[in-house]
């Protein structure tokens, strides 16, 4: 399947990138696709970031449906 | 709550005006039900850092999350307080130290409420809209993420 | 409380317009302390009574004592709250409705103190200052003696 | 003794004045004089109001000092 991802933030410093497309073989958790990533991008180890998929922030047990927007979001600072 | 608010777009370029506020202020002068205004401003400080003063911040977010959630935030607000107005703005983009980059403005018949609402909906807005926020310190280009806490 | 801050004055005649608002808060933004403005505003309702809708307050005071009141209310407030800045500022005389009577202007490094702050000044001044309310109903100059309850 | 009196808000359209010299032949405490006052006028029977010696809200048991400014208050409506 395939998702498009955003990085924002601190981490899209990281990643070195704001947004890519993600192609994956079958179903994936916000778990599985959090330990995707932080095996493609190893500088993710240690930020702290939840995980929206099509813009609600789930659990890492939760179901990505295909052609999902997942956006990494590092910790909220309005105001 | 029966009544759907409109959505309003929150996010505003740079810093928000005093004279933005006091046209604001104005605009409600014809709601002759409103009693208590109550406004929180968001302004930003020139904390000491390591490697020198905050001179700003620049404020970067998840955009449509972030209108859809300040959108869910006003109708939990207009369902639990008894409000007239309540209006919310945000700046994206550079802000220097002293300017104001968060206007929450709500009005209602009586004060408990507009000063229960303005506490509740600053909260909200601090622990539960994407927003990123890059402080910039000293003259160079060091900075650092905030996070609110 | 170690600083003692000078008494200010309070009372303006007549409505306290959105300009004057707007001129308070672009003079603290030099004030690169501040990270909080609360602002608390009272506006004139046109509640509906026996002889027809309110037009508008007729204020009078003790003033004197009124002045005194409101200073002590500030010093309590500096003592309780970290507070950068407090301004207050009360109409005498005729303010018609849909305009502003009351304007508790609350500075801060954090915002929690200035939320608490300006609950606080905005009850003590309900309670406390001398000041009396003459709500002008319908067109045939009748009146009646508003009271806080 | 001699005090100076002061009316405010409904309680001067009760009376009828502003402000007035009030003698006593010796010490007045706040009871006393609210007493003194309620005679003089009738109408102000059934209004709620505190009395301020020299600008301090005063209770009945306390004296009122010579030359005092005395003031009737009535319910305060600011804000």
Redesign the interface.
């Known amino acids: 399947m395939s998702l498009h991802v955003l990085y924002f933030g601190m981490l899209a410093e990281v990643t070195g990138l704001a947004e890519e497309n993600w192609l994956n073989n079958g179903q994936l958790t916000v778990g599985d696709f959090r330990a995707q990533v932080m095996q493609k991008y190893p500088a993710l180890q240690g930020k702290k970031f939840k995980i929206a998929v099509n813009q609600r922030i789930l659990e890492d047990l939760a179901d990505i449906a295909p052609q999902s927007e997942v956006a990494l979001l590092p910790p909220f600072a309005g105001g | 709550m029966e009544k759907q608010h409109k959505p309003k777009k929150v996010f505003v370029e740079g810093p928000i005006s ?2 933005f ?3 604001s ?2 605009s ?19 904390d000491e850092k390591e490697g020198g ?1 905050v001179s700003g911040i620049a ?4 955009e ?3 209108e ?1 959630t300040f959108h869910e935030i006003r109708e939990a607000a207009f369902a639990r307080f008894e409000l007239t107005c309540l209006h919310i703005y ?1 700046s994206l983009g550079l802000v220097p ?6 206007f929450v403005f709500v009005s209602s ?1 009586h ?1 408990r409420a ?2 229960e609402a ?2 509740y909906i ?1 909260e909200e ?10 402080e910039l310190i000293g003259d160079n280009g060091e900075f650092e ?4 806490v």
């Open positions: 005093p004279d506020i006091a046209k202020i104005a409600h002068q014809s709601k002759t039900g409103i009693g208590a205004h109550a406004i929180f401003l968001g302004q930003i400080r020139a003063a404020y970067t977010a998840y449509e999350m972030a859809q945000h130290t002293g300017q104001i980059s968060l018949p004060r507009a000063f303005s506490e600053v807005i601090k622990t539960k809209v994407p927003i990123f926020a890059k993420w905030k996070r609110n």
